[in-house]
C-alpha cells in the first residue's frame, strides 16, 4: 500500500509565502514523476508543477516564476516553494505520484487527500 500525505497549507496573504510538503511511504520502487495540481471551488483541477526523478520541471503558466517545484528521491518527498501568493491561488493543492510498487512491473497513478491553501487579499 502507498500513501501521499501532503502538509504545509494554511492562511497566507497577498504576497506572502508558503512551502508545502509531500511524503510518499508505504512499499515503493521509484517514483517517476511527482507533481502539484490545485482545485478551486468550481473550477476544474489543474496541474501546478511537476518534476521528475531526473529534476526536469514544468510549470503552470500561472505559477511560473513564483512557484518551485523540489525533491528528495532518497526520501520519497516533494515540495512546492510558493511565493508572491495572489488570492487567485486559494485552493486544494493535491499531490500527485506516477510510481511503481516493489514488485509490481506497471506504473500506478496515487493522490494525497489535498491541503488547503487560502491566499486573503
Known amino acids: 500500500q502507498v500513501q501521499l500525505v501532503e502538509s504545509g497549507g494554511g492562511l497566507v496573504q497577498h504576497g506572502g509565502s508558503l512551502r508545502l510538503s509531500c511524503a510518499a511511504s508505504?512499499?515503493?520502487?521509484?517514483?517517476?514523476?511527482m507533481r502539484w495540481y490545485r482545485q478551486a471551488p468550481g473550477k476544474q483541477r489543474e496541474l501546478v508543477a511537476a518534476?521528475?526523478?531526473?529534476?526536469?520541471?514544468n510549470y503552470g503558466d500561472s505559477v511560473k516564476g513564483r512557484f518551485t517545484i523540489s525533491r528528495d528521491n532518497a526520501k520519497n518527498t516533494a515540495a512546492l516553494q510558493m511565493n508572491s501568493l495572489k488570492p487567485e491561488d486559494t485552493a486544494v493543492y493535491y499531490c500527485?505520484?506516477?510510481?511503481?510498487?516493489?514488485?509490481?512491473?506497471?506504473?500506478?497513478?496515487?493522490w494525497g487527500q489535498g491541503t488547503q491553501v487560502t491566499v486573503s487579499s
Open positions: 518534476i521528475t526523478s531526473g529534476g526536469s520541471t
Open positions: 508505504g512499499s515503493i520502487f521509484s517514483i517517476n514523476v
Open positions: 500527485n505520484a506516477i510510481l511503481r510498487r516493489i514488485g509490481e512491473p506497471y506504473l500506478d497513478n496515487y
